[in-house]
């Protein structure tokens, strides 16, 4: 059956935060949350897997195409960024968690 509302289909919506894939674009609590190309793609990656824990590995060569390196924090540094921008208690964020020795994760 073809779904009309497409809207739908694109926008996803978590506690106040909508993250809408075809306009590229980042809402919380209406405001628009200005990310960088490469913030709102970690963002998308967390929340289509809502629930699981993502690795720094697997985000780092889902997002950025490439082989991920130990030493590496170039996720940990994005992440602080996009929480500043949601303005996340960075003790008890509201929607990227830390899973500590594992990685990141988008609860619903």
Excluded at 52 to 80: A, G, P, Q
Excluded at 83 to 104: A, M
């Amino acid at each position: 059956m073809y779904n009309t509302n497409n809207k739908e289909n694109n926008n996803i919506e978590i506690n106040g935060l909508v993250i809408d894939k075809e306009k590229h674009k980042c809402m919380l609590y209406e405001k628009e949350i200005d990310l960088t190309p490469m913030e709102f793609d970690i963002l998308l990656y967390l929340a289509n897997n809502r629930g699981k824990v993502i690795s720094s590995e697997e985000l780092f060569e889902n997002v950025w195409k490439e082989k991920y390196f130990d030493s590496n924090n170039t996720v940990m540094v994005h992440i602080r960024r996009i929480r500043e921008k949601l303005k996340e208690d960075s003790k008890n964020p509201k929607f990227i968690k830390t899973v500590w020795g594992v990685g990141y994760k988008i609860e619903n």
